[in-house]
């Protein structure tokens, strides 16, 4: 098993979003690194920590919410290193074998983000877990708890002698959660991203199937145009799916898209479209489809009507918003 760093992060925001371009897609910045802390685990034990306070450049005045959540001062980023120079000491340090674990899923799309912008190796690191979800799968939350990491280290009345949102102070409270669970066995089960999206599209229950997956992909919009995620054939038959009256595609929340087709030997199918971004800079997408029953297909019709309707709706406020901006620069 590779070498496992529990690690925490804490960064600044800017009062105006930051974009970059990546592999020819424009990415938000998340957030700019100005600490990191991160402990080496053996056997649950800690034999080695590193921290680090970097000096912004992109955000370079401290956000007030982050001073107030951190502690942190102007004063204590002035005194840090550079990004890069904090990065590749980092790395150094972990080797570049290792494997991240974070509690939850934010540190690490930021941290390849900060690596892209500091001209470092953004592949890196190869394997990281969501601690989080390896605690919750050995210890379920029950209804109403919190999953913040000071809520759990209550609940497991775990003694609290430093303050939370420092970043060393969290790494080692993170390690200190996950020594009650067997942390070797929840990362040997832990799910590949394959397994978390065949999971979120084909869920328990359902009659979806043909699932079919695509890595990658830097552009999280490029579902809405590429043919070959967009046409599905026939689960029963392999047959092309013929698209519906428009080709219309309908929103589940933000990363499910779905929509109608149908086989001339078999009826209606629904398709189903679902993206991930585990890294913070690639898209994963996945498809399945599933026959449709009566009451399915009477769903979308309804739905893709409502659909319809709104975006008749959209179109007509935005051009009398274009045709009165039109009349007051006559004026």
């Known amino acids: 098993m590779a070498q496992l760093i529990v690690f925490d992060m804490e960064w600044n925001m800017g009062y105006a979003p930051k974009t970059f371009r990546y592999q020819g897609a424009e990415q938000t910045l998340r957030g700019e690194i100005i600490q990191i802390g991160a402990a080496k685990v053996e056997g649950g034990q800690i034999t080695d920590t590193f921290t680090a306070t970097m000096r912004p450049q992109i955000f370079p005045k401290l956000h007030h919410h982050v001073a107030k959540v951190t502690g942190l001062t102007q004063k204590d980023l002035a005194a840090g290193v550079p990004v890069a120079e ?8 972990c080797g570049p074998d290792a494997a991240l674990g974070e509690w939850g899923q934010d540190d690490v799309p930021v941290l390849k983000q900060n690596l892209v912008l500091a001209g470092l190796d953004e592949t890196w690191p190869h ?77 328990d229950g359902s009659r979806r199937r043909d699932f079919t997956l695509w890595r990658g992909y830097a552009d999280g919009e490029v579902w809405l145009t590429d043919n070959e ?103």
């Open 127 to 203: 394997t990281w877990y969501d601690l989080q979800r390896a605690f919750l799968s050995q210890r379920p939350r029950a209804e109403g708890e919190s999953m913040t990491l000071e809520s759990v280290v209550d609940r497991l009345g775990i003694e609290k002698n430093e303050a939370f949102h420092d970043a060393l102070a969290d790494a080692v409270y993170t390690t200190r959660v996950c020594s009650f669970i067997d942390l070797e066995r929840a990362l040997a089960e832990y799910p590949s991203e394959e397994e978390q999206l065949r999971a979120l599209t084909c869920p």
């Open 86 to 93: 904090g990065l590749r000491r980092f790395m150094d340090w």
């Open 229 to 331: 995620m967009r046409r599905a054939a026939c689960p029963e038959c392999g047959a092309p799916l013929v698209p519906n009256e428009g080709d219309w595609w309908l929103r589940k929340g933000n990363n499910s898209l779905y929509s109608m087709g149908c086989c001339p030997a078999h009826g209606p199918v629904l398709i189903w479209l679902r993206r991930m971004r585990c890294d913070g800079l690639h898209h994963t997408f996945a498809r399945a489809t599933e026959p449709a029953d009566e009451a399915q297909a009477a769903r979308w019709e309804k739905d893709k009507k409502a659909a319809i309707a709104r975006a008749k709706r959209r179109a007509e406020k935005e051009a009398a918003e274009a045709a009165e901006r039109v009349k007051n620069a006559g004026r």
